[in-house]
């Protein structure tokens, strides 16, 4: 019976932790993959056993009491004890096993991870992948995940992080578009075309385009007619005859392939640098993360190819 009350306890303080850290029941059973319903059972059993509200609770927030503040610190203390125990036991294991979660932006995670995992799996089986898609920024220590790829500046320098293959960003159109309307054959040119341009989803701010004009990088914001929030929409609308936009080359590359898009303005195209991965120190001698940073480096690589 005392067995079955430290278990709860325990399940109780895992659940309070991740809901405080991230503010909703939701988000806090996607961690941890239960249901909403179970973090909010156990978070109110924790409750009834301590005497004492953790959470002040409306519609629409969750925020800690002040007891619950000093509560939630001593709880992410012990989670963070208890992942070290997990990963020094792991490090024991000269085979790769265990559960792997890899957080990514969607157009990453589609285009390039998740392609290349089935292969990963075939030689390592033992690996469970969990591979979370997301354009906005998670807390990769609160929320247990094992390696983050990430697009831009870095920011948290809790993290070890490696930098991974360049990209190219070029203008892309369909030949229907372009037969019509023409071929632009400088960046000014574009005032007389249709464009369709990229809104990012964590911001809501425009996406610049940038272009490689006498040795220097220009960046330009069209006047576009058609604006989404999805790079894979952006070229979906281009290869449908919608005008002319920027995306990337590897998620450009199938409608390329295929005919339904062709590169334009490529002598004006720039590369980027500024894709990384990143994990704690506190995973660095996980067996399955070290077969997979390599796995994941040579992925970039091959899928990075430029198609112009």
């Known amino acids: 019976m005392m067995e079955q009350i430290g278990l709860e ?6 659940a309070f932790a991740r809901a405080g850290a991230l503010g909703s029941y939701t988000a806090a059973a996607r961690s941890l993959s239960i249901s909403p319903s179970a973090v909010s059972k156990s978070v109110q059993r924790l409750e009834n056993h301590l005497g004492v509200s953790l959470f002040t609770r409306t519609t629409r927030s969750l925020k800690l009491t002040p007891e619950g503040q000093d509560l939630h610190e001593r709880a992410i203390r012990l989670l963070r004890e208890m992942e070290d125990i997990e990963q020094a ?7 790769p096993s265990g559960t792997l979660r890899i957080s990514a932006p969607l157009t990453i995670g589609l285009h390039v991870i998740a392609p290349a995992l089935p292969a990963f799996r075939s030689q ?17 220590i609160e929320q247990g995940i094992d390696i983050a790829v ?10 070890i992080s490696r930098q991974l293959a360049p990209h190219k960003l070029c203008a892309f159109a369909s030949p229907a578009y372009l037969a019509q309307h023409g071929t632009p054959r400088h960046p000014d040119d574009l005032k007389q075309h249709d464009t369709v341009s990229l809104r990012y989803q964590s911001t809501g701010r425009m996406f610049n385009w940038p272009f490689r004009i ?13 604006v989404v929030d999805a ?25 390329v392939e295929r005919g339904e898009l062709v590169p334009v303005l490529s002598d004006f195209a720039v590369e980027r640098h500024k894709i990384t991965a990143l994990w704690p120190e506190s995973r660095r001698a ?6 997979f940073i390599p796995f994941l480096q040579k992925a970039f ?6 198609v112009i």
Not at 124 to 140: A, C, E, F, G, K
Not at 214 to 226: C, F, S, T
Request: proline share 6%.
């Open 9 to 14: 306890r325990l399940t109780g303080l895992i």
């Open 89 to 95: 036991a792991m490090k024991a294991r000269s085979e």
């Open 286 to 291: 996980n067996p399955a993360l070290r077969a």
């Open 150 to 159: 990430r697009i831009g500046e870095l920011e948290d320098s809790r993290l």
């Open 124 to 140: 390592y089986p033992n690996v469970r992948i969990d591979l979370r898609m997301s354009d906005q920024i998670v807390d990769i």
């Open 231 to 255: 790079s894979d929409a952006l070229v979906a609308a281009l290869a449908a005859d919608g005008g002319i936009g920027i995306s990337a080359t590897f998620i450009a590359a199938p409608y």
């Open 214 to 226: 006498g040795g220097k990088i220009i960046e330009v914001i069209p006047d576009a007619g058609l």
């Open 301 to 306: 690589q091959d899928r990075m190819q430029p």
